[in-house]
């Protein structure tokens, strides 16, 4: 017989330790391993890395195999790796009712269990007595079984089971926003069952969904029905979302070392360069040790503190874990993995020097793995003292297979058995690369002959829809309705995919289905959906985003596609608006903001477009997979009649105006603004009433006393109509309408009116206002009034008027009154007639009343829960209701419905804040996707904050009042508000156009370094010369980034995590009432989001951002204090506040000596009227919390700078700062 060469002896040697040490434990029956010889549970996660070395001996011997013994022994390896993955595919199989549950429900309760019994494949603990939910897991799994189906292996059998993993591509599709217990099965780190997001779980979902994706499970031998589909755009969400996330883990783990498995062997999830080094930089700074790397920070289990006999910590005893953690030696194994992939040669010989010092040697001198090492009992105190100075001891099990099996494929790439590739057949490594540029294809159909002439006069040439036959154009909701039937199968009871959404990665491809090719038109441009969709202008604006979008995170074969359809119901006037053809125009040219583009035909793009085949349709359950499923049918047929036809809406019949009308239209005039509830001109931003005064604060405003006297008599919203004069005292008017700021609009051609000015004298009293439900007005109108209403409706042109009857007949009679008239034989309600005048109002653009309209019917975005998650799963709270008593927060995705009444409760009756409330998170979350920088350093996005800012910036920019400002903001169209939403993010300075119609156009300012001028143009009514009004912006411009970084909630970098060690080193933090204890530097680590989110809600307690930001500014200055070492304790509980007022003191001292700015106000001699007004919480400049609007508006840095005199206070107030001696004290 044939010696065998040094490879194969070397091989067998590997083949008997494999043989040894792991597959001696598979079990016979059901091919699983126990997790120990004492215990026989088996985990789906340990399991599928133990069989890893199994599959790496078998390609090793499939390379070299010369002799028949050496394919013996190939196949006998790869059939341990198919009995296995077989095993866990039948466990989790038994339990397909939980998949199917749990696609609706995704509770933890409902989702596949984390373990199985290794000797029958059966459940061994209830659904609610482990941390069962563990995406990761089920992720592993579908991921190792994608890369062994492409190595060569056949692992699926039948369609059926085919099925059911298309169901479990479907379990973890939305991984990006479902909480789990994660790779250590703990949820939060106390282990109190918690669940939360994880960095780890949502990098595994993204590496299974993307190597599933278009794989066929029976390998070169199957056929379209055993092709697995993944939509591209859930991948790209968890994509999206693991990036916002890393370096962290989780809300509690500001670290993990799990996260080596997602940056580098097997999951390969992350195609960003630099991110993957400084996740790796960021775990081996901060958890490697001698004996391999802590699992994340204040790990308990197994050190010798940990009390054994409870499963959970205390909050407070997370501290006395720190700098013990037990050291994992798995970690050594990843990071020889990283570097054997990353070919760095010398990194990989330096971790495999370490890790071979720390294994155990057994007694036939095999190198065995150990779980993890742990600082001994009577060690504990000099290990606190010197981190990282103590001998270790192992405890756990000796081999840990999970970490042996690794090892072993460590071992093989190392001495050259297999070459990466072969353990990663699918080439997810290269994803990190460069890759080529994009080039998106754009077609624009004419949805008739009419408007493809209108294009050709702009010489743009189109084809219709009718003439782009043989290829269908549909909407997007057609091919969500088509992909329910994906995965479905009656005998597994599996029902198809749940999701309606498909986003624009999905309908970037053209579909064959037999015979027929389809386009799918992108879902923003699905007009039934909601009425920023009637605004050309942002559906351009997103049409743009899109295509940027379509250039970064396009990977498929092909070009990606973009099919638009432009209808009759996009006409303004008849024509084709101006910004359609521009854009048009724009995409001709080849560029488009940046990226490469081609407008073409569809039939010149079928070459190079991408075509997914819609197999899954045919009826392969009935034996006829050639044909339609018979429902597909009958919806593709009903379908193609009716998916592009318009409805007719309602006309009411216009007349003459009766004078008798008169008087009652008076009596309902301003319904609609009586709602509102923008708060603008109060300089106190955010004052929305006072306080309870058993709780007034230290920054809070004592209500005027002679509104106290009157707080029970409120009179009818109705009771006087302007020109019958006032029928009730001023006082009492005045308090009726500081009970919902009025904001109507100064109309030219009304004088004002009496409760205008009224309402001014009320607003120059600057009280805070007090929130009233509005109550129903009893009516004791007749119905004859009510029938003098509807003729009145019928004889009006005006909208807003319209608006104003139907808005107090809701008032009065309810939605679902019946108005007696009918039309086509049906009773006309309140509500079919609101609905009529949403629409008219939508086709003329009226965004005020679009906006009130929608809200009264009780409209919601379609896509606001997804808007809401998106926010929430990049780590950001979302706050709703105007500030400080009617916010509420939102932290975990809601449903729709459930979403729409939390926002409409918070604004009470003002729908039109409301609706622009749905709407601006809309666009918040179109800006987290496309420009992520926007939001660094933001927690919280308040949203009723964000509007007020909105109003005030506006206010300042046109030079006019609160109120019309606040009727400017509602009035912007769709696509000006997200503008304006930009430049307030962005902190751009912009200057306010004048358009037609009244509307405004916000455009940017380049700012010239000579004079920063806002130039505002605003026609005015009558057409006259255009007023153009010149502000000296200078002033003013510390104050508005301060009151918009207040706004905004954005702090310094790295500032919770400074605040954290100001914290240690004191009792407490005092801000605003709230105390931040010293004993949360116990319960969390400095970068924990937790602790971050802690520091915010105290900081959310002030009410005025400016103040807020100057409160910031002075932890600040604590935070250098600590971070220079000057002194060893900060001393007691600390008034955050108490130093701000200090320093404002020194800043009015310092204004009088030099005779500044705030002597006018704040600094001058005071007199006895003076002192009065001081007392009743007004402030000469309108400053607010009684601090110098001119401190407001000082520069941080220089000798006059804030930052001065906030260290000066310190200095003074602090008592552990020395008061005499030498300090340097330098400010940067």
Not at 116 to 135: C, F, T
Not at 292 to 319: A, I, N, Q, V
Not at 384 to 405: D, H, I, N, T
Not at 930 to 945: C, N, S
Request: proline share 4%.
């Amino acid at each position: 017989m044939r010696s065998r060469s040094n490879s194969g002896v070397r091989l067998d040697y590997y083949q008997r330790i494999v043989h040894r040490l792991i597959l001696a434990h598979q079990e016979p029956v059901t091919g699983l391993f126990p997790a120990s010889n004492v215990n026989s549970h088996a985990w789906i996660r340990d399991n599928v890395y133990c069989i890893l070395a199994v599959w790496g001996l078998s390609m090793a011997y499939k390379k070299i195999a010369d002799q028949d013994e050496d394919r013996a022994k190939c196949y006998e390896l790869e059939q341990s790796c198919v009995k296995l993955m077989r095993g866990l595919l039948m466990a989790m199989m038994n339990q397909k009712d939980k998949v199917e549950k749990f696609k609706m429900t995704q509770s933890p309760y409902d989702s596949l269990h984390a373990k199985y019994s290794s000797k029958n494949g059966l459940p061994v603990v209830g659904d609610n007595e482990w941390g069962h939910l563990q995406i990761d897991a089920v992720s592993l799994y579908l991921l190792i079984l994608a890369q062994m189906t492409a190595s060569g292996l056949q692992i699926v059998f039948s369609l059926d089971e085919v099925s059911f993993i298309q169901n479990l591509v479907f379990y973890i599709e939305s991984a990006y926003s479902i909480p789990d217990y994660g790779i250590w099965e703990r949820g939060d780190k106390t282990n109190h069952g918690e669940p939360e997001l994880n960095a780890s779980s949502i990098g595994m979902a993204k590496a299974a969904l993307e190597a599933m994706n278009e794989l066929d499970l029976f390998g070169a031998r199957g056929g379209p029905a055993s092709v697995i589909h993944v939509l591209a755009d859930e991948a790209h969400k968890c994509q999206a979302v693991l990036q916002s996330m890393l370096p962290r883990e989780s809300n509690s783990k500001e670290l993990d070392s799990g996260l080596l498995c997602v940056i580098g062997f097997p999951a390969f999830a992350v195609d960003d360069a630099q991110l993957i080094h400084n996740t790796k930089d960021a775990i081996l700074s901060r958890l490697q040790g001698k004996y391999g790397c802590k699992r994340f920070l204040r790990d308990g289990y197994r050190t010798p503190k940990e009390d054994p006999s409870r499963l959970y910590y205390e909050r407070w005893e997370l501290r006395m874990f720190e700098n013990i953690e037990c050291e994992w030696p798995l970690f050594y194994c990843y990071l020889i993995l990283f570097h054997a992939f990353q070919s760095d040669k010398r990194a990989v010989e330096e971790y495999a020097g370490r890790l071979e010092k720390i294994m155990v040697r057994s007694e036939d001198g095999i190198l065995l793995v150990p779980e993890s090492y742990a600082v001994p009992q009577d060690l504990v105190g000099f290990e606190y003292q010197k981190p990282g100075s103590q001998a270790r001891e192992v405890v756990g099990r000796c081999p840990f297979l999970w970490g042996q099996s690794l090892f072993i494929l460590g071992r093989l790439l190392q001495e050259g058995f297999l070459a990466v590739g072969e353990l990663d057949p699918l080439n997810r490594r290269l994803g990190a690369q460069k890759k080529p540029d994009v080039v998106v294809q754009v077609v624009i159909i004419a949805e008739d002959n009419e408007i493809r002439d209108k294009l050709a006069e702009h010489d743009l040439h189109v084809q219709t829809i009718a003439e782009v036959a043989p290829i269908e154009v549909q909407p997007a909701r057609v091919l969500s309705h088509l992909y329910t039937y994906l995965g479905r199968n009656r005998k597994l009871g599996l029902s198809g995919r749940k999701s309606r959404d498909v986003g624009i990665l999905s309908t970037s491809k053209l579909y064959s289905l037999k015979d027929r090719i389809f386009a799918f038109t992108p879902q923003f441009a699905d007009l039934s959906r909601f009425y920023i969709a009637s605004d050309n202008e942002l559906m351009i604006d997103i049409l743009k985003g899109e295509i940027n979008f379509l250039k970064s995170a396009w990977d498929l074969l092909g070009r990606p596609l973009v099919t638009l359809v432009l209808k009759r119901i996009h006409l303004d006037q008849d024509k084709i608006p101006l910004a359609m053809i521009q854009t048009m125009r724009k995409l001709k040219s080849g560029y488009i903001n940046g990226t490469r583009v081609m407008l073409g035909s569809l039939k010149d793009f079928l070459n190079t477009s991408a075509i997914t085949d819609l197999s899954f349709l045919g009826s392969t359950e009935d034996g006829y997979p050639d044909r339609l499923h018979p429902d597909v049918q009958t919806y593709l047929d009903e379908h193609l009649l009716r998916s592009f036809s318009n409805r007719s809406t309602m006309n009411l019949r216009g007349g003459q105006l009766r004078p008798r009308t008169l008087r009652r239209r008076m009596s309902c005039k301003g319904a609609i603004k009586k709602t509102r509830s923008i708060n603008v001109d109060s300089d106190n931003l955010g004052m929305e009433g006072p306080s309870p005064l058993t709780e007034r604060r230290l920054s809070s405003i004592v209500p005027p006393p002679w509104l106290q006297a009157n707080k029970q008599s409120h009179v009818s919203v109705f009771a006087t109509t302007p020109e019958e004069g006032p029928a009730s005292s001023p006082l009492q008017l005045g308090n009726e309408l500081s009970v919902r700021e009025n904001i109507y609009p100064v109309d030219p051609h009304h004088s004002r009116s009496a409760i205008d000015r009224r309402s001014e004298f009320v607003r120059q009293q600057e009280m805070p206002k007090i929130l009233i439900q509005r109550h129903r007005a009893e009516t004791n109108f007749a119905d004859t009034e009510v029938e003098e209403l509807i003729a009145m409706l019928r004889e009006t042109e005006n909208l807003e008027e319209q608006g104003d009857i139907l808005q107090y007949l809701v008032d009065t009679q309810g939605l679902d009154f019946n108005t007696g008239m009918l039309e086509e034989g049906r009773v006309v309600t309140v509500r079919d007639l609101l609905k009529g005048l949403y629409e008219k109002a939508c086709q003329q653009k009226l965004w005020g009343l679009v906006r009130h309209t929608a809200g009264m019917l009780g409209k919601r975005v379609e896509d606001l829960a997804k808007a809401v998650t998106d926010l929430l799963v990049r780590q950001k709270q979302v706050t709703v209701g105007m500030p400080p008593n009617n916010e509420h927060t939102i932290t975990a995705p809601l449903p729709e419905v459930e979403l729409r009444q939390l926002i409409h409760d918070a604004y009470g009756d003002d729908e039109s804040t409301a609706m622009l409330t749905q709407e601006l998170m809309v666009y918040l979350a179109m800006f987290i996707r496309t420009e992520p920088q926007l939001f660094h350093e933001m927690l919280r996005l308040r949203v009723g904050l964000i509007i007020q800012v909105m109003a005030k910036e506006l206010s300042r920019t046109l030079n006019c009042d609160g109120e019309a400002a606040s009727e400017h903001l509602l009035n912007l169209s769709p696509f000006e508000m997200k503008n304006l939403l930009y430049h307030i993010l962005s902190g751009k300075e912009f200057a306010v156009s004048s358009v037609a119609r009244g509307n405004l156009s916000i455009v940017s300012c380049k700012s010239s370094r000579v004079s920063k001028k806002s130039q505002i143009g605003l026609g005015d009514p009558e057409g006259e010369d255009a007023l153009i009004a010149t502000i000296d912006d200078r002033q003013g411009q510390w104050l508005r980034r301060r009151r918009l970084d207040g706004a905004l909630n954005r702090v310094p970098r790295d500032f919770y995590s400074r605040v954290w060690t100001v914290l240690e080193k004191c009792q407490g933090l005092a801000i605003e009432g709230r105390v931040l204890q010293q004993s949360l530097t116990q319960e969390m680590t400095p970068g924990e989001l937790k602790f971050a989110l802690e520091v915010e809600t105290a900081l959310n307690q002030i009410p005025q951002p400016e103040y807020r930001q100057l409160v910031v500014e002075a932890l600040m200055v604590l935070t250098l204090v600590t971070e220079h070492n000057m002194v060893p304790t900060l001393g007691g509980i600390i008034y955050v506040e108490h130093l701000v007022h200090k320093a404002n003191q020194l800043f009015l001292e310092d204004q009088r000596k030099v005779q500044g700015d705030a002597t006018l106000c704040c600094a001058k001699i005071k007199d006895g009227k003076e002192q009065q007004q001081a007392a009743s919480g007004m402030l000469l400049c309108g400053g607010a919390a009684y601090i110098c609007q001119h401190l407001y508006d000082s520069a941080p840095s220089g000798s006059y700078g804030t930052m001065t005199y906030m260290s000066r206070a310190v200095a003074l107030v602090l008592d552990c700062v020395p008061k005499h001696g030498e300090m340097e004290c330098a400010i940067s």
